[in-house]
């Protein structure tokens, strides 16, 4: 059963009825008042309904709607959105009837923040731009005012996350934290280093997240904030466990979990059982992790928490992975694929018609403006006016329709084009020699009773075909799963190689692979290349590196080098054995990376270097790919 908070053990209950009484004898109707009276009764809600109810009866419109929206505040803290919504909308509507500015923003923004806590981002933005455009028409604001200007551009910023627009929110937060500070409003402050470290986060700058997060951790231990606790403890915790530090990242989201159950808050209960199902999965407690996993998913799908769910199954695909349970894995991967692709699909057609409707909100303002100061003679001006703004808004509409679908027709060109790329990748791949090939050597293992070696390597093989597999319903992966899968291929490879080939590979300290995307099976063409006609021909000391590592801001390089026979003798031999593999699979790769870069400042790089000794003998090949790493949508923040 859920439960209200009750507050009525910390705060006096004849201190409440002495400020009834004062309401009662004198019916103040400005928010500062009626803040500073019942402001530390306001998580109770009891005592907010006896308000609700006192405050009707004697027709105090502004101390209801002050009680409406104080109830509306507990019902979200404890995941009811709904409810929530409904009674800051009352609480809105009385404001409306008598025309409170300061309690309009109020429960605009209110509204604002339970729509973005169930992930609806448009109507989310829409209340919050709403707010802001009424409190920063008042001329001489009060802090009451600057202060909800400062939880719309907060909000804003958080809408932007969601839209994984970093550079974006930060520059919200950044806006609202100066606010913040002006007033020092402690509360405001550790929720915007919070949110600014959540950007950090995702941007992969995990120090910089840290510290942001410790600093919002300080300011909620100084207005004893158990909220604020739970959200930094969890945040603290997920970078602990990107860091590896696993114990301390267990420890620290134990301790959320303990809190957020104390307080009720159904949003981050899910967050805590989920991320510690997360630590546990990474440190082998599996089937404690499943147990948490499992309850944080069903609190989650309960209270609709899109992206909790998203997070539940692909942390519960990843574990029964562990398990070798392919089945449950693959179900619980597609879920969350599924509802990720739902998600980001409305996120785009949202983010476009949310510009469209800020746009259209301000020219009608600017016209009401231009309207009320001017005489008749300028009003009917404005008539004309008015219908050229429409015919224009018209013919804006036909031309933007002819450009969306000029631009889809575009758009689905190239996704025909990368999807036949996709597939001669995969067929590249997984053609049938190197499966009949890998499969055989793993036979002479078993004829040659080499139990352990059969079994390491069959393992080792159908991981690799499952990343394959994976991979080619992905355009892109991340580096880290990408290195991963080279190594398997090499492993399998290698069995053919009477294991005589040293394969490394090292990545420099600075770069976070987790966080830099590339095309899935991009290296494989270049490392099978390396082995077929660089080192088969070789008799001994067969070596491959490969090397991850930045040479300008924008850019991860990556280096594979072997010590084979050289370009030059290896076409000889090719030309020999009339082997046309090579330039096919570099071509698709070149073909998949110009796709790939599209989405990015810069173009990529291939350059291929001939290696030498002293006397000029070849002594291997190069090949050096930059890849960028800086999209889009960063460029035009």
Not at 239 to 249: F, G, T
């Amino acid at each position: 059963m859920l439960w209200l908070p009750v507050w009525s053990q910390t705060n006096n209950a004849s201190d409440f009825e002495a400020n009834m009484t004062y309401l009662k004898q004198f019916k103040p109707n400005r928010f500062s008042t009626l803040d500073s009276l019942f402001r530390r009764f306001d998580r109770d809600s009891i005592k907010m309904k006896s308000l609700i109810s006192t405050s009707r009866t004697m027709n105090a419109s502004a101390a209801e709607s002050y009680a409406l929206n104080a109830l509306g505040v507990i019902y979200r803290n404890v995941s009811l959105y709904e409810q929530s919504i409904a009674t800051h909308e009352q609480a809105k509507a009385i404001a409306d009837q008598i025309n409170d500015e300061e309690l309009k923003i109020i429960s605009l923004n209110n509204i604002g923040v339970a729509y973005r806590r169930m992930d609806l981002v448009k109507p989310a933005l829409d209340y919050h731009t709403q707010a802001l455009d009424i409190a920063r028409s008042i001329k001489n604001p009060s802090e009451t005012v600057s202060y909800n200007i400062a939880v719309s551009q907060n909000s804003i910023g958080n809408i932007y996350l969601i839209l994984e627009q970093y550079e974006l929110a930060i520059k919200q937060f950044q806006k609202s934290l100066s606010i913040e500070k002006q007033s020092g409003n402690r509360l405001g402050l550790a929720i915007n280093y919070q949110n600014i470290g959540y950007a950090n986060e995702a941007q992969g700058n995990l120090e910089s997240a840290l510290r942001n997060y410790k600093l919002s951790l300080e300011y909620n231990e100084q207005i004893n904030s158990n909220l604020g606790r739970v959200i930094c403890y969890n945040s603290i915790g997920q970078v602990y466990i990107k860091q590896q530090k696993y114990l301390d990242a267990k420890v620290i989201i134990e301790k959320a979990l303990a809190k957020a159950l104390q307080i009720g808050d159904q949003f981050y209960i899910a967050a805590s059982y989920i991320n510690l199902g997360w630590v546990q999965k990474e440190m082998e407690q599996l089937s404690k992790a499943e147990a948490n996993l499992k309850k944080g998913l069903e609190v989650a799908t309960s209270y609709n928490l899109n992206l909790s769910i998203v997070e539940a199954n692909k942390h519960l695909s990843e574990l029964y992975t562990k398990t070798d349970d392919y089945q449950l894995a693959y179900n619980h991967y597609k879920a969350s694929i599924d509802l990720e692709k739902t998600i980001n699909n409305e996120r785009n057609l949202r983010y476009v018609n949310d510009v469209i409707i800020q746009y259209e909100n301000e020219a009608k303002n600017k016209e009401i403006k231009a309207l009320a100061s001017e005489n008749q003679i300028v009003k009917s001006k404005l008539e004309r006016n008015k219908k050229i703004f429409w015919y224009s808004m018209l013919a804006l509409a036909i031309i933007v329709g002819i450009l969306v679908a000029l631009y889809r027709n575009r758009q689905l060109e190239q996704e025909k084009q990368i999807l036949t790329l996709e597939q001669d990748m995969l067929r590249s791949q997984m053609n049938p020699h190197f499966i009949f090939n890998s499969l055989n050597s793993i036979k002479l293992y078993i004829i040659n009773n080499e139990k352990e070696n059969a079994v390491y390597y069959l393992n080792k093989f159908s991981k690799l075909i499952r990343k394959i597999l994976i991979a080619s319903s992905e355009k892109e992966s991340s580096l880290e799963d990408e290195l991963d899968t080279m190594k398997l291929y090499m492993n399998i490879e290698n069995i053919r190689f009477s294991n005589e080939i040293d394969f490394e590979i090292k990545v420099d300290d600075v770069i976070n692979t987790a966080s830099i995307k590339v095309p899935s099976l991009v290296l494989q063409p270049f490392l099978e290349n390396a082995l077929w006609h660089g080192l088969s021909s070789k008799k001994e000391n067969k070596k491959i590196s490969l090397q991850v590592y930045r040479t300008q801001d924008d850019y991860v390089r990556i280096s594979i080098t072997d010590n084979g026979i050289g370009r030059e003798e290896a076409e000889k031999i090719n030309r020999d054995k009339l082997l046309k593999r090579k330039s096919v699979g570099i071509a698709i790769t070149k073909a998949r990376l110009t796709n790939f870069s599209k989405s990015y400042t810069h173009d990529y790089h291939i350059e291929i270097e001939d290696l030498y000794d002293n006397n000029q003998n070849p002594i291997g090949t190069k090949v050096l790919i930059d890849i960028p790493t800086r999209s889009t949508i960063l460029r035009t923040a």
